[in-house]
Structure formats: structure tokens, C-alpha cells
């Protein structure tokens, strides 16, 4: 079966997912439930899967934490009454 990135497959061991990235020597697949696995393409066997990939949530990004080096704070005395 010749299969192409971004087809919907089936893993025996991880279940179902999307090919990510393909090529000759390694093919990359993001599976629901089991994330990002690499396979060596000579030796990797996948079926179509049926259905439709489930619609993934994005994940949420956060802001990055002020360090205390870049806020000012470092060295100054704080007074506890």
C-alpha cells in the first residue's frame, strides 16, 4: 500500500493516526492516543484506517515566566515585618 502524508492509518500496536512526514528512509506518524512515533519505512506496515482523524485540540501557550535576573529583583533587600 503506498501511503501518503497527511492519509488517516492503523497500527497494530498504536492504533490509529495521521502520517506526518514520509520519506524513503523514515516515516513519522502522529497516532491518537500513543503520540509522535517514528518507523523505518522498509519495515513499517499500516492500514488504511476508517473514518475521519479526530479533530485535535491546539495546544494553549503560556507565557513565559519572568525570571527574577530579568525583573530587577535580584540583590534587593526585602523588609518583613
Known sequence: MAIKVGQYVHHVKYGNGIIVERDDDRTTVDFDTAG??????????????????????????????????????????????
Do not use: C, I, N, Y
Request: charged letters at 30%.
Open 36 to 81: 509522535v512515533r517514528k518507523f523505518v519505512t522498509a519495515m513499517a506496515f499500516f492500514e488504511a484506517a476508517e473514518g475521519e482523524a479526530p479533530k485535535k485540540k491546539r495546544s494553549v501557550r503560556r507565557p513565559k515566566a519572568q525570571s527574577l535576573a530579568s525583573s530587577g529583583d535580584v540583590g534587593t533587600p526585602v523588609v518583613v515585618s
